[in-house]
């Protein structure tokens, strides 16, 4: 806009602007998501591949993609940090150039650019762009598919996890319970260990006894049986 201000009157001006932003496709450059200045930059990669693979080549093996090198072409022209002389150029060749082709006729160059060729450069981007839009859709789908089988494994682990837990505290009671019994089965046997003890140590008092008392039987019995016959025959 600074170059046409400086060198056409005002109305002259506008009517240039309006026309390099409509005609040229040039606002719809600057429009949201910018898909016009992406379409300029799909167009720019085919047509240097098509007439200057040389170069094409060059700009692949360095990683050099279109918006890394058009981008600053289109702001040195538009900021004036190229000559004015270039810049004036510029804004004089577009709209001349534009206005003398008749439709369908070459431009200067002996490799020109046709129209056909940009429209048809033009719907290969838009079924890129198509493509792209159902990819990212898909993947918007299997990401909320992924999304909500995660959801539901989370709340079936949560659901197992809480099941688990509940279960893990019932035995733990049992277990408290098992353990309470077994002290006093323990305390009972200790008992019944002390009871078979002691009578294990009267029982053996006892035949001691019965052994002393058959000991003095087998000693002093003739004796008692004469002192029994005596009294029975008295």
């Known amino acids: 806009a600074r170059a046409l201000l400086l060198n056409y009157p005002r109305r002259r001006h506008s009517k240039l602007l309006v026309q390099i932003m409509y005609d040229y496709g040039v606002r719809k450059m600057f429009t949201a998501g910018f898909e016009g200045l992406q ?7 085919a047509l240097l591949k098509q007439h200057c693979p040389e170069v094409f080549s060059h700009f692949k093996r360095l990683g050099c993609e279109p918006h890394m090198y058009a981008s600053p072409m289109v702001s040195n022209v538009v900021h004036f940090q190229v000559p004015l002389t270039a810049v004036n150029r510029v804004m004089d060749v577009v709209p001349i150039d534009r206005g003398r082709r008749r439709p369908g006729e070459s431009g200067p160059q002996s490799e020109s650019i046709s129209t056909k060729r940009l429209d048809k450069l033009s719907k290969e981007f838009q079924a890129e ?8 859709r898909d993947y918007r789908s299997d990401c909320m598919r992924l999304q909500e089988e995660n959801d539901c494994l989370a709340r079936e682990l949560l659901h197992s996890q809480t099941q688990n837990r509940m279960q893990q505290d019932l035995l733990e009671d049992k277990l408290d319970v098992v353990q309470t019994e077994l002290l ?7 008992e019944k260990d002390d009871e078979a003890l002691k009578l294990a140590e009267n029982n053996a008092r006892l035949k001691d006894m019965v052994r002393e008392s058959s000991r003095l039987t087998a000693t ?11 009294l029975l025959v008295d």
């Not at 379409?39 to 990669?45: A, S, T, V, W």
């Not at 006093?184 to 200790?190: H, R, V, Y």
């Open 220 to 230: 002093n019995g003739p004796e008692l049986l004469t002192s029994i016959n005596r």
């Open 129 to 136: 762009q198509e493509a792209g839009k159902e990819r990212t």
């Open 184 to 190: 006093l089965t323990k305390q009972m046997l200790t």
């Open 39 to 45: 379409l300029r930059f799909y167009q720019l990669d």
